[in-house]
């Protein structure tokens, strides 16, 4: 039976929200039809946005349903970018912290190639936080838009989005919020974040601070394939996609209600269980992380020891390198990741922690461990059983390098 340490990839569908797909995908109808099975699948595809609203504390008219994170941070970061250009051409800079998703990155510089945009890469310390005086200074009065993970996907450490979304209020440039990883595991409240951002700041016309926020159903027990975008009553997004005008015409086309039905499912029971589960992972993974630094000499934690997600522990082995960790460990029975992409069967170095300072190196030894909702203390002892084998056998094979 396989030890399964990587929720933060994916984790088990929920079996409510299995059965609320079952029970939703029996129904015929499309929910722009204006016959009685069309208007019944409007029903519960409504019912589902308000679940999910109330979850993400925002209102209904605000989410936009979508395939996932990926399209939905493709339609913030396009869309925010396309329609502030649009209304002001010298606004063609984006903020963009070193050591965001790759969904992120690859958007951005897509608009650098295509669009002509400029980049501007605020700091991450040792730690993974964001240097808010970097990002502060970077929100000039030429800026289309700024972007932040809630929390790095690969180290997990928690960044500082209250803060990040008042300068970008008092700068009157819009923000988006990356909380595919964070929602329901952290509170990531859009209305509370707006509320907060906006205590003791002027801010420029109304543009700026948090305007949009993605997350991803199978992040948190829901099924691949839908996500949702919250999109404030006051942005202004270009839509990616155009057709019948579905969604505040942010997003055209058919809308899956069998899987948005599922997605509210699972972020309801995601976030009623957040603050118990949040305290029972934190303990699971911080007895994993002292037994692994205890049974692997030279080990380290990576990221912020105190404020990062409850289920995530990313360490360094130095000398191994991380997929062979990981090959290791899958012989062994464990699931694991390394976080960082691998290309043409040579993994690159994780681009979070040469962010973070470290040497290549450092940056191609890592493992990242990822406790979820079905984890238990059999699954750490079961890691911390086969690490120091694994790690053994992935030093003495060395170190890969990309040939240039």
């Known amino acids: 039976m396989v030890v399964y340490l990587d929720h933060a990839a994916t984790t088990p569908l929920r079996p409510e929200a299995r059965e609320a ?58 869309g925010l970018f396309w329609a502030r ?71 997990g450490t928690l960044q500082p989005i209250i803060d990040a979304a008042a300068a970008s209020a008092r700068a009157g440039v819009p923000m988006h919020l990356d909380a595919v990883g964070a929602f329901g595991h952290v509170d990531v409240s859009f209305r509370r974040i707006r509320a907060e951002q906006q205590a003791g700041t002027q801010d420029a016309g109304g543009a700026g601070g948090l305007a949009a926020l993605s997350v991803s159903a199978h ?22 996609v155009h057709g019948g005008g579905q969604q505040r015409g942010l997003r055209s086309g058919t809308q899956d209600v069998a899987s948005a039905v599922a997605f509210g499912v699972a972020a309801e029971l995601a976030v009623d269980e957040r603050d118990v589960e949040a305290l029972r992972l934190a303990t699971l993974r911080d007895d994993l992380v002292g037994r692994v630094l205890a049974a692997v000499p030279g080990a380290s934690l990576n990221g912020d020891s105190a404020r990062r997600l409850p289920g995530n522990a990313h360490f360094s082995f130095p000398g191994a390198q991380g997929d062979s960790l990981l090959l290791m460990l899958d012989l062994a029975g464990v699931a694991a990741s390394t976080g960082s992409a691998c290309q043409a069967g040579v993994p690159d170095p994780s681009h979070v922690l040469l962010a973070m300072g470290r040497d290549d190196d450092a940056a191609r030894s890592v493992l990242r461990v990822t406790l979820g909702r079905e984890s238990v203390a059999a699954d750490v002892d079961a890691f911390v059983a086969a690490i120091p084998q694994a790690y053994d056998r992935a030093r003495r094979a060395g170190m890969a390098r990309r040939e240039v």
């Open 21 to 78: 797909w079952l029970e939703a995908s029996a129904n015929v109808g499309n929910p722009s039809s204006i016959h009685t099975a069309g208007q019944s699948a409007r029903r519960s595809l409504e019912e589902a946005r308000e679940r999910l609203a109330a979850a993400l504390d925002c209102d209904a008219v605000e989410v936009v349903f979508t395939s996932g994170g990926t399209e939905s941070i493709n339609l913030a970061l396009k």
């Open 85 to 155: 250009r649009g209304v002001d051409a010298s606004r063609n800079a984006i903020v963009v912290p070193a050591g965001e998703h790759h969904a992120t990155i690859d958007a951005v510089e897509w608009l650098e190639k295509h669009e002509g945009a400029q980049l501007r890469w605020p700091e991450l310390d040792g730690l993974g936080r964001l240097s808010l005086s970097s990002w502060t200074a970077a929100l000039g009065d030429d800026v289309a838009f700024a972007t932040l993970l809630a929390a790095n996907n690969e180290v």
């Open 219 to 240: 992040k948190i027990g829901g099924p691949a394939g839908v996500g949702a975008l919250v999109v404030s009553r006051e942005a202004i997004v270009t839509p990616l």
